[in-house]
């Protein structure tokens, strides 16, 4: 981390002089490789960026299989299993609880 965001005010929890790390404020993974190095920065406390970064990586492994787009079927089956397999803990919880659902669309 460089010494730009080292003891700073944390963006998440306004501890003031707390911050130990720097955060993206847009997780990586949501953003392709070429445009990576524009995500904006901030300084966070360790807590904080370990908590969000706990939710970013539930949210990418969850979210593909709520998609309705074009593309969805196609990304779940390519990066489905992937995720699931980093995260074990959500394919449990999924496993658990899935069921055939239908559902009428326009």
């Given amino acids: ?36 190095i524009t995500i904006p920065q901030v300084p966070a406390c360790r807590q904080c960026n370990k908590d969000k970064s706990d939710l970013e990586h539930y949210l990418t492994t969850v979210l593909p299989f709520g998609g309705r787009h074009i593309d969805a079927a196609a990304n779940l089956q390519n990066e489905g299993p992937r995720r699931l397999a980093k995260n074990k803990k959500v394919h449990r919880e999924l496993a658990q609880g899935r069921a055939r659902i239908w559902t009428r669309e326009p």
């Fill in 1 to 36: 981390m460089g010494k730009r965001y080292k003891g700073k005010t944390c963006v998440y929890c306004a501890a003031a002089g707390k911050s130990e790390t720097v955060d993206h404020v847009l997780a990586r993974q949501f953003v392709p490789g070429s445009s990576q």
